[in-house]
């Protein structure tokens, strides 16, 4: 009977540590391993220009159209030669429009 209780100790106590092995391994191997152990990515909060990119980039059209309005007209005040922007300012502000949306939608993408 003395054997066997012992032989019960030695099992469970063998049991325990093959527990204890098995369950602490993992994580020390994932610990060690350099990769992230969860699988959670980082998010950046956008600004307004990234949340709302068509609004941003319809405001950068509008003023790019009436700057090259008010330069052109200024530079046709004191006798010079327009330039190409100042010449077409709907299409100057069409361009700035569509870039800066651009730009801006493609800021607030996530990139790995």
């Known amino acids: 009977m003395v054997k066997t209780a ?36 980082v998010v950046k909060k956008k600004n307004f220009a990234q949340k709302h990119p068509t609004m941003t980039g319809m405001a950068a059209g509008v003023a790019a159209y009436k700057v090259a309005k008010t330069t052109g007209k200024n530079r046709e005040k004191a006798g010079g030669k327009k330039n190409f922007a100042q010449r077409h300012p709907v299409m100057t502000g069409i361009a700035a429009g569509v870039i800066t949306r651009k730009v801006a939608k493609d800021s607030g993408k996530n990139k790995k």
Do not use: D, E, N, R
Not at 17 to 35: E, R, Y
């Open 6 to 41: 012992w032989l019960k100790v030695c099992a469970f106590m063998l049991l325990f540590v093959f527990m204890a092995g098995a369950i602490s391994l993992p994580t020390g191997v994932m610990a060690q391993s350099g990769k992230p152990t969860t699988t959670h990515t």
